[in-house]
Nanobody, 132 residues
Framework: QVQPVESGGGSVQAGGSLRLSCVAF????????FGWFRQAPGKEREGVAV????????GDGDSAKGRFTVSQDNNKNTVTLQMNSLQPDDTAMYYC?????????????????????????WGQGTQVTVSS
């Protein structure tokens, strides 16, 4: 495994929920930044949510506020994105980005939310499709 691995995508109707998971491939002995991003056809990749697994600090992009929740498991190995009240505009490929550089703190996570690709380690993505 040389990249984070996402899972949990699928097809749901508007108003439904999905839970995405991202399993880390890099170090997990200390905290690090993870980010969830999404990209719809013809659109740029956008930040959905970020979390620092050391401090537990979290941040949401505009699309996630009030509907999506990012969290981590106790061993810092897996990060999840609970998505509720899904709408057709949420249809996209969802990617997990993992920080592979040691020692970065929450400020780095916040920076990455609006700058996809900063951490350089992407998963293959998981498709989310929401029908009306």
């Amino acid at each position: 495994q040389v990249q984070p691995v996402e899972s949990g995508g699928g097809s749901v109707q508007a108003g439904g929920s999905l839970r995405l998971s991202c399993v880390a491939f890099g170090y997990t002995d200390t905290g690090k930044c993870f980010g969830w991003f999404r990209q719809a056809p013809g659109k740029e990749r956008e930040g959905v949510a970020v979390i620092h697994t050391g401090s537990g600090a979290k941040g949401d992009g505009d699309s996630a506020k009030g509907r999506f929740t990012v969290s981590q498991d106790n061993n810092k190995n897996t990060v999840t994105l609970q998505m509720n009240s899904l709408q057709p505009d949420d249809t996209a490929m969802y990617y997990c980005e993992e920080d592979i550089t040691r020692g970065r703190d929450w400020i780095a996570c916040e920076y990455a939310l609006t700058r996809p690709g900063v951490f350089r380690a992407w998963g293959q993505g998981t498709q989310v499709t929401v029908s009306s």
